[in-house]
């Protein structure tokens, strides 16, 4: 059974231990419980990951910019051509106008999320809050890959998708084989290469160990800027995702469980 009010009620106690039930949940063998606890992820991983009044700059938004054949004109914006040239008798002047526009992405970012070896519990939902974090900060210009010894793209940089889907599909990943943190490096360069922002980012979430594969330093210098999310734990001092970091001029900070990463990643990338 799932009962909503009790994990309310440990959410609001012990967040990460509500996070943790809920990602081992969403892999439950009964059917029922399965469904219901992916129904409910979405929603309590994306509460997790937003803090209340968040910017999110990396986002395209809509701006008043000089008018252009083929879309709508700002009409506030442009008052005072349309009043002049209403009481002149004369059609509008197409420079005193104003209309709708997207601003360029300041920023893409690529999440690459480590799922080798035993992936559950805790650093499934880790995950999955990440995701939700950079969803939420960067609605449109984002990737999500998650890797073991191969490489999956959850989310591909042009790709639009709902944040819950994503998460749904992150939590119904489970650990898988060894960690070739090359290929899953080399595979962020090439998402974000589908990019027109200025800034591209690369935010790693693993120990930065890699078992297979090519050097890892090598591949993270092909990156344009590395942010690295080390799980610290008994197995998991973070010693080798800050070297990696410093490696190649990167920045790197610790997360202690899923609550952690949104205070985390905002630390990282402001």
Do not use: C
Request: zero cysteines; a neutral charge; hydrophobic letters at 45%.
């Amino acid at each position: 059974m799932l009962d909503e009010g009790a994990l309310s009620e440990l959410e609001r106690r012990d967040p990460d231990a509500a996070l943790t039930l809920l990602a081992e949940m969403s892999g439950a063998t009964d059917e029922r419980l399965r469904r219901l606890a992916l129904a409910l992820s979405g929603r309590v991983m994306v509460r997790a990951a937003s803090p209340r009044g968040a910017p999110r700059p990396g986002a395209g938004r809509i701006r008043s910019r000089r008018w252009e054949p083929g879309v709508d004109v700002d009409v506030d914006a442009s008052l005072d051509e349309l009043m002049v040239s209403n009481l002149a008798g004369r059609a509008a002047d197409p420079a005193g106008l104003r209309g709708p526009g997207w601003t360029r992405p300041a920023t893409a970012i690529s999440l690459v999320l480590d799922r080798s070896g035993s992936m559950g519990g805790a650093r499934l939902a880790t995950a999955a809050v990440a995701a939700a974090a950079v969803a939420l900060r960067d609605i449109e210009d984002y990737s999500v890959i998650a890797f073991g010894s191969s490489v999956r793209i959850v989310k591909a940089q042009r790709q639009p998708r709902a944040v819950e889907g994503v998460v749904e599909d992150l939590l119904s990943l489970r650990g898988h084989g060894r960690t070739d943190l090359a290929a899953a490096l080399r595979a962020a360069a090439r998402e974000l290469s589908e990019s027109t922002a200025s800034r591209r980012i690369t935010l790693l979430l693993s120990d930065g160990r890699a078992t297979t594969g090519d050097d890892p330093v090598a591949a993270a210098r092909a990156l344009d800027e590395l942010l690295v999310l080390a799980p610290v734990g008994p197995d998991e001092s973070g010693v080798q995702a800050r070297a990696l970091a410093r490696a190649v001029g990167g920045r790197a900070a610790e997360v202690s469980g899923p609550s952690a990463v949104p205070a985390a990643i905002a630390g990282l990338w402001p």
